[in-house]
């Protein structure tokens, strides 16, 4: 079974350093002369995300257990729902490890790149 984004976290990425790619679905060859090929190599690709959550003490607790327990990591992959609009379900997984910043007053900025997976 996938694990969920746990509901005490925030549902959303903040706007505040949001960044998506498209797909990269496409392969190059290059040619003695001339251009290079270019042709469509998959129908569906991996969505590069990354974004930040703020924090409260205890979701970072609820998050660092949940990316170290029950992610094993960062290595399982996990269900949320797809940013940026966040209204339809999704599979997704880390592609490093979260940093995160004191904000202050036991508030925290955590920094974290995904990848939406098809």
Request: charged fraction near 15%; charge should be negative; include cysteine.
């Amino acid at each position: 079974m996938i694990p969920s984004w746990p509901t005490s976290l925030p549902q959303t990425l903040s706007v505040i350093n949001y960044n998506q790619s498209f797909p990269d679905v496409i392969i190059k060859s290059d040619m003695d002369t001339g251009p290079a090929k270019v042709r469509r190599r998959f129908t569906a690709g991996i969505t590069p995300v990354s974004g930040v959550q703020i924090y409260t003490s205890a979701q970072l607790v609820t998050f660092q257990e949940f990316f170290e327990d029950t992610l094993l990591g960062g290595s399982l992959r996990f269900s949320w729902t797809k940013p940026p609009a966040h209204t339809e379900a999704c599979e997704m997984r880390f592609t490093s490890i979260p940093t995160f910043t004191i904000l202050g007053n036991e508030t925290y900025q955590i920094e974290m790149a995904l990848e939406i997976l098809p």
